[in-house]
């Protein structure tokens, strides 16, 4: 209904002419013969609307057949839906289409390239994440096996090293799945007490090095996301309490579950994050405060954690107080399933 009207108001000069015209006409006949006028104004006026509306409606039907048409040629700028629209809105505006067609057609051209060479991106983003794992892994052989003959300051720098090259892999090929055209995200119902060992496993020289005290009270419960999305968030909030640990650092992993939502909620006794920078650490490149031992920080972290949480229908939040530590919470949505709990 409203684009009707808007027709009428863009046809409203020439509708408003018609009726005049119209109008004239009954005067003229009036004047004539008063007596026929009499006799026959049932049958003026009668014609008088039927013509006016015929006009309008030819006028909306000739809008909708053009909007068609051009909604067609936008998403198909081809020969076929191009004459078909020139046949529509006439010859007159035959050079506007053929202007607008030339346009599209450089404009997708352009998108299809784009699009090609961002999948050639992808493509050699994973292909290296994947090469690089191999020296990671002989690095992570060596730790293990040699341990005992190399010094333990040595070998926690080791450790270090290889889990920040770990961890900026990991965001590369995280912001390179997020960013990408295609995300390979599979749902199912997983083990969230496993999921959250395997990430303190991946942890655990660093935290055991830093003398990390973990008060883990989550129970064997299921949660349905993407397990690897799910492992790529824990990692980059327990990576975090590593970082910005202070004196007996403590970590904490909680589960608290609700009628509609269930909480998982991860803290450390870190450095924290100061009230003014709170409302931004999500952001890309934020760092904050880069005194305090956020120096080396990239503000990546956490802005790949808030996306790929969004992504997996998750909602994450933080807390923190300067100098008392640092929270970060997921909310699971509640999804029924027969046998939630693991036996």
Known sequence: MRHKMQ???????????????????????WLADAKAFRALSAVVLLASLFLFGAVVWILIVRERKQMQAFEAFLLAPD???????????????????????????????????????????????????HEIKAPLFLLTLLLDNRRDEISGPVSFKIDYVRSRIQ???????????LKGTQKDYLFEWVSLLSCIEEVLGDYRPLLKEKKFRIDQQVPACRVYTDKRGLRFILAQAISNAVKYSGKNPRLSISWAEGKENSLLSIRDNGIGVKACDLPYIFEKGFTGDTKG????????????????????????????????????????PKVAEQGNRES
């Open 167 to 177: 961890e900026f892999v990991n965001q590369m090929l995280y912001y390179a799945r």
């Open 79 to 129: 020969e076929y839906h191009q004459e078909k629209l020139i046949k529509t809105l006439g010859v007159s505006r035959a050079d506007g289409v053929l202007m607008l067609g030339t346009a599209l057609k450089e404009r997708q051209s352009a998108c299809s390239k784009a699009e090609e060479a961002l999948k050639d991106y992808e493509e050699y983003v994973e292909s290296w994440a």
């Open 7 to 29: 027709i009428l108001y863009r046809y409203l000069p020439w509708l408003s002419a018609l009726l005049a015209v119209d109008g004239l006409s009954v005067l003229l006949l």
């Open 293 to 332: 031992g956020r120096k080396k920080a990239t503000g990546m972290g956490l802005y790949l954690a808030k996306k790929m949480a969004d992504d997996l229908k998750l909602t994450v939040e933080a807390g923190s107080e300067w100098g008392c530590g640092f929270e970060l919470t997921l909310t699971f």
